[in-house]
T-cell receptor, first 111, second 117 residues
């Protein structure tokens, strides 16, 4: 079983709609999580950090469910520019800040 | 003023050759990394260095040799290139500290796309 699993998508989303997707992780000791955004042929960029139960930043909301070991990302009022691959990242707290990346969820926002 | 810069951006070479990728960060971070992103888009850590000291070495063939002359630079040398080495290699850096202060967040370079023919 992969350490961090994501639905690869794509999630086809009408502009202005809400989309949500989950990421499951296997290490119950993981301390924190991140959502990164990666555009096609570009580097990943931090979208949001998740330390406790969740985080909200504008149209983006992340929820952490430790009991069921998943993190969700919800995007409200989707914009065309939200089209990207969203990478879920787990920090187990291992030495050297070893982060484990999921395979990403592709989101396509269409007019 | 690129925060994490890596060169070259593209590299096309023949099997068996030796090549290097260079990375520099001007963020004052203590930790630098090399990640590999293959054709299936999974990002996997290869190495991390903290203040020039190797911390993570993830079962990478010893044809790959990282070198960190100082904490702002982390280079990657690859010997005897193989077809399976074709990928995008990302350099990244981060600052240690409290998670709540934004520590351990990776800042990535733009990537170096290596194609081995």
């Amino acid at each position: 079983r992969k350490e961090v699993e994501q639905d690869p998508g794509p999630f086809n989303v009408p502009e202005g709609a809400t989309v949500a997707f989950n990421c499951t992780y296997s290490n119950s000791a993981s301390q924190s999580f991140f959502w990164y955004r990666q555009d096609c042929r570009k580097e990943p960029k931090l979208l949001m950090s998740v330390y406790s139960s969740g985080n909200e930043d504008g149209r983006f909301t992340a929820q952490l469910n430790r009991a069921s070991q998943y993190i969700s990302l919800l995007i409200r009022d989707s914009k065309l520019s939200d089209s990207a691959t969203y990478l879920c990242v787990e920090n187990t707290g291992a030495a050297g800040n070893k982060l484990t990346f999921g395979g990403g969820t592709r989101v396509l926002v269409k007019p | 003023d690129t925060a994490v810069s890596q060169t070259p951006k593209y590299l096309v070479t023949q099997m068996g050759n030796d090549k290097s990728i260079k990375c520099e960060q001007n963020l004052g971070h203590d930790t630098m990394y090399w990640y590999k992103q293959d054709s299936k888009k999974f990002l996997k850590i290869m190495f991390s260095y903290n203040n020039k000291e190797l911390i993570i070495n993830e079962t990478v063939p010893n044809r790959f040799s990282p070198k960190s002359p100082d904490k702002a630079h982390l280079n990657l040398h690859i010997n005897s290139l193989e077809l399976g080495d074709s990928a995008v290699y990302f350099c990244a850096s981060s600052q240690a500290g409290l998670l709540s202060s934004g520590a351990n967040v990776l800042t990535f370079g733009a990537g170096s796309r290596l194609t081995v023919l």
